[in-house]
Every structure is written in C-alpha cells, then in structure tokens.
C-alpha cells in the first residue's frame, strides 16, 4: 500500500494538471445496464445473489458505469478521473498483475469538442504518467478505428465481418501473423487474398510519414472512413508534436483493441524494455506476452446514447492505466533499490530508558503530535531502551527524543539520530522548532 | 468528491501522525467468514450469486476484515488504518448519511501492550480528526463492558441476559428510559426491581470524580468484572488528562454500543450541537436521533482468535470515524459558506481571442504542464473570448494566459487575474515563475 500511494499521489497530481475531477458510482450497477456491453466477456461478471429488490452485478470496468452515468444525470461535458476496483470472474495471474479485484484509473474527457483536440491530450497525460513514474522506455500506439474499418473495407472484408475480424487483428500484440491469418481464413472464412491483403497493411507503423504514404493510396482516400481515419491520425501526429510527445508515438495499423465500442482513435502503450523481445521475429512469444501493454484507451461516441431514453450521445475519449501492472513494477524496483519499503512516516520515537516514565512520555509524544510531528511511543509501560531504539531502527523512524529523570529535572529532551547515532540535548520549548528542521530536511 | 478529499486528508494525516501503515483488504468475504459475527443484522449482508467456485458476500464492516487478516497472515501487532466501502442491505436514508454503499473510515492497534495505552491514543484521535474538521462541539463517551456485565450482576441480571440487556441499554440514545424499562421487564423477563436498579446507574455520567463514586460503591467493588472496568476507566481518564483531551471526554454508565465483540473500553462520538437537545427531558428525541454520533469503537480481544485454526487471540482496540456523517455536515457547511465548491484545481486557463491560434495555445499549454501548473485549455478551434472568461470565472480558475499574434511577435504572455480582472504582460521566459509566485499566494 505505501508503494501504491506513491504512484496513486503521480497519476492523481497528472490528472488534476489537466484539469480532472473526480466523481465516484457504486460498486454495482443494475445487471442490465452491463448486459452486452463486453462481447464474449459477460461471463467474466460477478453477480450478486437475488435477495429481492434489483437485480445487480459488480462492475467490470469504469467505462460502462460513466457513460451510464453522464446519461442519468443529462452530463455533456466533464473531464473527470476515476480511481477504482472492477471484478472480473477470470482466472488470477498474479505475476501479470491480473487479478479477480483490481483498481482501475481512468481518465476521460466528454463533450463535443473540434477533432482530435482532447484526444491528444490523453495521448499527453499517458507519457506525462509513464515518464514521471520511471518504468523504463514506452511507446503509446496510435490508430483509428474508422481507418481499421476503411482499410477491412478496401480489402474486401464483408462489411457484417468488421468485429470478428478486427478482434482476430488484435490479438497480433500476442501472435504471429501465421496464426492471425490462419483465424481470418479458417475460422472466420475469409478468403486467403483478403487477408493477405490485410497482412500487407497491418505491418505498417511510423509517424506523419506513413500518414502521408497512406494518403497516396489511392483505394484508401477513395474509402470514405479511411479518408477521415487517415485525416484524424494527421492532426493527432500533429498536436502530439505540439504537446512534446511525437517521439513517445507511433502509428501503428496492427493495434485494434479488443471492446466493440470504440469509434474512432485507440491507443495502447506499452513498455518497450520488457516488450522488446516480442517485437522480434522468431522470438518466443509467449515469454512476455501481455506483460508490455501498461495503458490502452480510444474514442467512444455512442456509448452514452445506449444509456440515453432518447438516445442522445454524448462523445467521450479516454484512456485507461493499467495501474496493477505499474505496481507491480513499482514493488519490484522499490525491493531491488532498497530491500525495505517504508509503510509508515512517523518521524519520531518518544522513548525512555527508566521506570515510571511512561506519562511523561505521553505528555511529550502529545506535544510533538500537537506541533504536527508524526510521532509513536512504546505501548508498555516500562520498556527497555534498547527495544525502543531497535524500533525506531526497523520501523525507520530517523528521530527518537529521550527522556529520563535528568531531563526533565534539567527541561530538556535528547534527541537521537537513528542512522548516526548522534544525540544532541535541545531545551523542551525549543524541541518542536528543532525536531521541524531536522525531519524537513532528512 | 471534492470536499469529500478535503476530509479523507485531515484524517489521513492524523493517523499518519500516529504512526499509522494502512492495509487494504478484498470487498468480498468468504460467507461463512461473516456468519455470526454480527447477530440479528446478519440479514443486511449481500451475498454474491453462487456462480461456481467459493461462496462470497461483500463486507459488512472493516473489523471482521482486519481481524481475518491478521490471524490469517499471523500478524500480532499492528496499527493500521483502512478507509474503503462497505456494504449494507438496509434501507436507505439519504439526510442522516445513511447509504446501501457507504465508506468506513478505521483505525485500529493490535497487539500484547500494557493497559489502556492504545486504548487512550484511540480516544486522543477521535478529538484530533473532529477538532480539525471544525464540525462543533462533541463529546466522546467512554464507558467498558466489563463494567457494564460487572453491574449487570451486581443489579441481579442472570449472566445469560447480559447481552440481550445490554443491547435494551444501547437504544438509551436513541428512545426514554421508561421505554428501555418496559424491554427489559416487559420483552425479556427481568424483575422490575433489577431494571430500576440498572436504572440508577446508566443516568450516571462524569469523569475522575464518578470513577472515585462508584470505587466507593461496595457491591460494585465486590464483583471482579466491576472492579477491573473501574480501574480501567480511571487509568483510561488520566491517559486522556495527559493527552489534553479530558475536556472532550465524559464516562458514561449508559453507553453499551450494540455489537457483541466488545470485551472492554467502548467509545461513541457525538456532536453535541445537534444532539443536545436529544438529552433534555422531555424533549421530543426523535427529532435528532442518530444525527449525533460520528465515531464508536472499543476493544475487542477475542475476534481475531475466532479466526485462528489454534484459536490464538490478539488483543485489539479500534474506532470507526462516521466519516459519511461528517461528509454530509461538510457539504452543509461548504453550501452554506460559498455558494459553489470547486470540483477541480486548474490554476490557468490559456486563452486567445483570435483565430487560428489552437496550435500556439496548446504549445503555451505544454510549456505551463511541463512546468507542474494546472492548466486548461478551450476544445474548441476557435473558441471566442468571452466563452474562456466565463469557462474560467464559473470554475474558479484564478488565472488566464491570453495569447494573439501581438503577443506572439513580442515574444510575450498577458496574465490576467479572474477575479480582479486586472491583467499583466510578462516576456514568456518569465512565464513559469510569474504564474508560480502568483498561484502560490492566491
């Protein structure tokens, strides 16, 4: 938990930089209102039992539950985070960090606003996060759901086999091509051509170069949804190189993303020190499958409308950081750095190595609490100094203040260094402003 | 949300500044870890729909909880805190804070320590969090239990009434004595002359002086449990004089506090400005009933032992801040005070009443990011003026950076105050500190 607050305090200050508040839904939503929001996933859904009254299930994500959410409450325009636990009934990895219980983080940006203009910003608040938390090289990918459509279309995919075959794209962050094709054509009857054709454009990836490549091609500019795909991607590259992240981006015609909802950019990043490897031809696969991908989000506009009696959308992009995996990095590197993690802040021990001290280490510990210091004492009522000063050591607390007989005949306290060992006698009424100086600068 | 965080941190840093780590344990509990822990209210958990796998409900409190974890992980000392939802199939009642999904707000200390030292810093905690929160007067009752069952016998109760009496004595909050007596005689069978006598003692309340009365109460000092409950309090009231909070405490023979885990020291919080007058005679008590309680707890040294295959107890001491009740006074205040909370914490808004100036707006915007200032910017291509005032004026943003071409040949940025309307132009290399010193005194 101290750990997690560390990278909770990162990604909350990011969010708030760019303006976010925060709101809060419940735990459950009606099972209705998540029915046929997650394609084959529903079966991952806890529900609660039926013990009269509505009938309900636990969340499966933060997407659903905020665009039922701006619907209810007639919302148009927010910028909003939200940091929080969904359920999924899957099978736990916990070295992937996937669990049954996991927080989520999203940040999203609804309203009608000029094109590509919020959607940028989430791309900037993803390498914001990533960068400031240390986790080594990324790369957010970039791609457009309508382009994905245009290009399916331009190679002659069946307009009913889109879904099927953009999830079969998907999973090419996982897989090889090979498998990939053998999908489209065996499973999904696509004809061999096709996919090939398709094959040829989903190993495409750059920046407003490729951009402009696709732009002379000229069955894509015919297709109307590739056309706007490929002008969108333009000014996202373009207001990416405005924000000073244009070298953390790439266009990448592979990524797909898995939810049906997206309608237009998507983004995935994903870490590229330990993701490396995948990216190699030949190389196993498996070994770092899905351990990459730290964040992943895209452009939904009709999802609030399905929650709408009347239907009205409300446009929404956002991204989703997948805070599990950032922590489970973050232990890693924390235990490999320092072998101990601090899980509390007190920066004082009151200690006393007599008998009979233990009100007058109250009545300090009390003062040091009043002056705002974090402070424990020992809970017995005659402990050994030596115990008091081994706690102070494990538990890292860097000062204890000592009382004995003489010290308070004389009105003073002794304070010990943890680490050094030095100890310096201060009188009592200049303590607080002592022991301040001392923890604003250790 | 808002004024939501403003109260988690007062009480966050209090706990820190005890010393406090915090841990976070699943939503969901095995069932039968939840069977018979909470008597007749049992029927308020929610179950999860047997879906295959471990039967689960959603926790119904965090001590259940925490004192699972701590016999399942072997911890014997501890002092944590825990801040998260728990769930309650009761029937709502929005104005009195009372939610289906509510947050718990708990501080506990496990562990072997000498008599009534944890118990006091518990109390000490409670009067930090709601003297800082400025939510009025209160008072926090104390009383224990094994005083309670001590007087129980002395009055004549036979022992296997102990508990069912004391739950008749815990509704004295909230309803008249006569309507207690008649539970007792009436409902569950205890002599009249026996409900009078207990009747004698739970109108009792007070401090030092009432420990020193009832010391000189033979009968009392006769039985065990009586005469250990009253060293207790006198210590627990000496302990409370040391940490400068007997002003805030009163003894209380009437304080029982429902739940059966309770072994010794129980606490209750209640705001006297509204509860006051719940303690006139005669006054009509339903008027504020349950609005005044905002903090309870108490030891309870054999639940966790419950929970241990070897039954191995660990004493524990804990309070539960009634944080949804003080969300709600939070919110009263703030309404009352200033019309309009502020949702987010934007500290600039880059501004331009000219065309065509979206790309130099999001660059400024970059520059102010990068920079660590909260920054917003319109969606909008072409956003008029007037439009960015208001947006910054309605959300309280203190400032706008106003940019045209003008100011991009002069190679500066005007500042203008939102609320003084004054405004100010700096060369843009002087951009960052200007706004610094500016948002740092605002």
Same mark, same amino acid.
């Given at each position: 938990? =101290?750990?997690?607050?560390?990278?909770?305090? !990162?990604?909350?200050?990011?969010?708030?930089?760019?303006? =976010?508040?925060?709101?809060?839904?419940?735990?459950?939503?009606? &099972?209705?209102?998540?029915?046929?929001?997650?394609?084959?996933?529903?079966?991952?859904?806890?529900?609660? =039992?039926?013990? +009269?009254?509505?009938?309900?299930?636990?969340?499966?994500?933060?997407?659903?539950?905020?665009?039922?959410?701006? =619907?209810?409450?007639?919302? %148009?325009?927010?910028?909003?985070?939200?940091?929080?636990?969904?359920?999924?009934?899957?099978?736990?990895?916990?070295?992937?960090?996937?669990?049954?219980?996991?927080?989520?983080?999203?940040?999203?940006?609804?309203?009608?606003?000029?094109?590509?203009?919020?959607?940028?910003?989430?791309?900037?608040? @993803?390498?914001?996060?990533?960068?400031?938390?240390?986790?080594?090289?990324?790369?957010?990918?970039?791609?457009?759901?309508?382009?994905?459509?245009?290009?399916?279309?331009?190679? /002659?995919?069946?307009?009913?086999?889109?879904? !099927?075959?953009?999830?079969?794209?998907?999973?090419?962050?996982?897989?090889?091509?090979?498998?990939?094709?053998?999908?489209?054509?065996?499973?999904?009857?696509?004809?061999?051509?096709?996919?090939?054709?398709?094959?040829?454009?989903?190993?495409?990836?750059?920046?407003?170069?490729?951009?402009?490549?696709?732009?002379?091609?000229?069955?894509?500019?015919?297709?109307?949804?590739?056309?706007?795909?490929?002008?969108?991607?333009?000014?996202?590259?373009?207001?990416?190189?405005?924000?000073?992240?244009?070298?953390?981006?790439?266009?990448?015609?592979?990524?797909?993303?898995?939810?049906?909802?997206?309608?237009?950019?998507?983004?995935?990043?994903?870490?590229?020190?330990?993701?490396?490897?995948?990216?190699?031809?030949?190389?196993?696969?498996?070994?770092?499958?899905? @351990?990459?991908? @730290?964040?992943?989000?895209?452009?939904?506009? +009709?999802?609030? +409308?399905?929650?709408?009696?009347?239907?009205?959308?409300?446009?929404?992009?956002? @991204?989703?950081?997948?805070?599990?995996?950032?922590?489970?990095?973050?232990?890693?590197?924390?235990?490999?750095?320092? /072998?101990?993690?601090?899980?509390?802040?007190?920066?004082?021990?009151?200690?006393?190595?007599?008998?009979?001290?233990?009100?007058?280490?109250?009545?300090?510990?009390?003062?040091?609490?009043? /002056?705002?210091?974090? !402070?424990?004492? %020992?809970?017995?009522?005659?402990?050994?100094?030596?115990?008091?000063?081994?706690?102070?050591?494990?538990?890292?607390?860097?000062?204890?203040?000592?009382?004995?007989?003489?010290?308070? &005949?004389?009105?003073?306290?002794?304070?010990?260094?943890?680490?050094?060992?030095?100890?310096? !006698?201060?009188?009592?009424?200049?303590?607080?402003?002592?022991?301040?100086?001392?923890? %604003?600068?250790?």
């Amino acid at each position: 938990m =101290a750990i997690r607050e560390g990278v909770f305090k !990162t990604i909350i200050n990011c969010f708030k930089r760019h303006g =976010a508040e925060t709101i809060d839904t419940p735990v459950f939503e009606l &099972k209705e209102t998540l029915t046929g929001k997650y394609g084959e996933d529903a079966k991952l859904i806890y529900d609660l =039992a039926d013990q +009269g009254g509505e009938i309900l299930s636990l969340r499966y994500d933060l997407t659903v539950p905020f665009a039922r959410y701006l =619907a209810m409450n007639k919302i %148009s325009t927010i910028k909003r985070y939200h940091i929080a636990k969904v359920y999924r009934r899957d099978n736990p990895a916990m070295t992937r960090g996937r669990y049954r219980e996991f927080y989520q983080c999203d940040f999203d940006i609804a309203g009608q606003y000029d094109l590509m203009i919020p959607d940028a910003e989430c791309v900037k608040i @993803v390498a914001e996060i990533l960068s400031e938390l240390n986790v080594g090289d990324f790369i957010i990918k970039l791609n457009n759901r309508l382009l994905l459509d245009g290009m399916f279309a331009v190679c /002659g995919v069946p307009e009913d086999k889109f879904r !099927t075959i953009c999830s079969a794209v998907d999973k090419l962050d996982k897989t090889f091509w090979e498998d990939v094709r053998s999908e489209m054509v065996d499973e999904k009857g696509l004809a061999p051509e096709v996919a090939d054709r398709i094959g040829e454009y989903v190993r495409l990836n750059g920046q407003l170069e490729l951009v402009e490549q696709l732009m002379q091609d000229e069955q894509m500019m015919k297709n109307k949804m590739a056309r706007q795909g490929l002008e969108e991607m333009k000014l996202l590259l373009t207001y990416c190189q405005l924000f000073g992240v244009l070298n953390k981006v790439s266009f990448d015609l592979s990524l797909a993303r898995g939810l049906d909802y997206y309608t237009g950019v998507i983004y995935e990043a994903i870490l590229t020190s330990t993701a490396e490897k995948a990216q190699t031809d030949g190389a196993d696969k498996n070994e770092s499958v899905g @351990v990459g991908s @730290v964040a992943g989000g895209g452009r939904y506009d +009709g999802l609030v +409308g399905m929650f709408d009696p009347k239907g009205k959308k409300v446009p929404c992009v956002g @991204v989703s950081i997948g805070i599990e995996r950032l922590f489970s990095i973050m232990e890693a590197k924390a235990e490999a750095a320092e /072998g101990k993690v601090r899980t509390t802040e007190t920066q004082v021990y009151v200690a006393s190595g007599q008998k009979n001290m233990l009100e007058e280490r109250m009545k300090l510990c009390n003062l040091l609490w009043e /002056g705002g210091i974090k !402070t424990e004492l %020992s809970y017995k009522k005659n402990p050994k100094l030596l115990n008091q000063f081994q706690y102070a050591e494990e538990h890292g607390i860097p000062f204890l203040a000592i009382i004995g007989e003489q010290e308070l &005949k004389d009105g003073v306290v002794k304070v010990r260094n943890t680490s050094t060992r030095e100890e310096e !006698t201060f009188p009592r009424e200049k303590l607080l402003d002592e022991i301040r100086t001392r923890v %604003s600068s250790s």
